[in-house]
């Protein structure tokens, strides 16, 4: 569940282990170069602009601040590495701050590390990074600024800077949109409860669905389907008139000819004798056909009978 926060307030600006909290409140501390923004990361989580200072110039914060959330832990800002205008007294001043406090604070429970994520990590970034790791610190990272990219533009700059500071938790994050805010609580939650993080690992899959259908059988999609062709051009009935029988519970009708083969009588019986009998070929001169045109050009048009038929005489 998503830390809630109902109350941020400015506890404590020290300089040496000897002003530490005297409570036994969970501490997570952010580090980060100057101008990556720390202060500003605060002030979105808390929901307050001006609870810690921001500043537009690198190098102003000396001092190692404590913001009291929910009167439950402490956010610790340190001073930012890696300003080079800074002369080499601050510089050492700062890494003697520092060393103190990661030495001697004994409720720690975790560094955060803030990146702009415009830039890729610097030497000191890295360095950083991997001291961290060393010291066996709970600790995961924040790409701020977000908001300055395009969406594509973030991802890119994000696995870059993973393979930079491989194997560490990162959350991208915009103070201005407040993007990213319920994961880096979320992440502080997981901090405190002493959990520690794994390296962003992708999606499981689900498993493929077992198939109990029987084998040999193919699933209902593959099977052929069985589709009844148009007959060619001429070749009779049409698909649907093969089996008329069926419709009416008889057998199947079977396939209509265009010359049906000729019944075959019984032997030595009259039947036999007519069918096998020689067709008789109307020739001119004779049969019924032609004794039907004389009667017909023996006419006139009028229904008389003509005067030079054989007949009329």
């Known amino acids: 569940m998503t830390i809630k926060i109902t109350s941020a307030t400015f506890s404590a600006c020290i300089t040496s282990s000897a002003a530490l909290p005297a409570d036994d409140l969970p ?34 914060t000396l001092t190692i601040n404590f913001y009291c959330i929910n009167e439950a832990f402490y956010i610790v800002d340190l001073p930012g590495y890696g300003y080079a205008k800074a002369s080499k ?3 050492a001043k700062i890494q003697s701050m ?9 409720n720690l429970k975790g560094v955060v590390q803030v990146l702009d994520i415009r830039h890729k ?17 709970n600790h995961f990272a924040v790409l701020t600024k977000v908001d300055k990219l395009s969406n594509q533009q973030a991802l ?4 870059s800077i993973s393979r930079d500071i491989k194997g560490t938790y990162n959350i991208l994050f915009s103070a201005k949109s407040a ?34 259908r029987p084998k040999g059988r193919p699933p209902r999609n593959e099977r052929p389907q069985t589709v009844d062709k148009p007959a060619p051009h001429g070749s009779g009935d049409s698909p649907a008139k093969k089996f008329d029988g069926e419709k009416s519970g008889g057998k199947p009708a079977e396939r209509h000819n265009r010359q049906a083969p ?23 001169g004779t049969g019924a056909g032609n004794n039907r045109r004389r009667r017909w050009k ?3 048009p009028g229904g008389e009978p003509r005067q030079d038929s054989p007949k009329n005489e």
Do not use: Y
């Open 27 to 60: 501490i997570v501390a952010l580090v980060g170069r100057s101008n990556v923004g720390k202060s500003s990361l605060i002030n979105s989580i808390t929901g307050r602009k001006e609870l810690a200072r921001t500043s537009s110039l690198p190098g102003k």
């Open 262 to 284: 000729a019944k075959e009588a019984p032997a030595n019986s009259e039947g036999a004798q007519k069918t096998n009998q020689p067709h008789r070929e109307n020739t001119p």
């Open 156 to 159: 890119k700059m994000r696995s």
């Open 121 to 137: 990590p610097s030497p000191l970034d890295v360095q950083m990074h991997d001291w961290v790791r060393e010291q066996k610190f």
């Open 298 to 300: 023996n006419k006139r």
């Open 179 to 212: 993007n990213g805010r319920d994961d880096f609580l979320d992440a502080v939650e997981k901090v405190i409860a002493g959990l520690e993080f794994k390296a962003s690992e992708p999606r499981q899959r689900r498993a493929p669905q077992q198939d109990n």
């Open 98 to 106: 520092m060393n103190e406090f990661f030495s001697e604070c004994k």
């Open 89 to 91: 007294v601050t510089r």
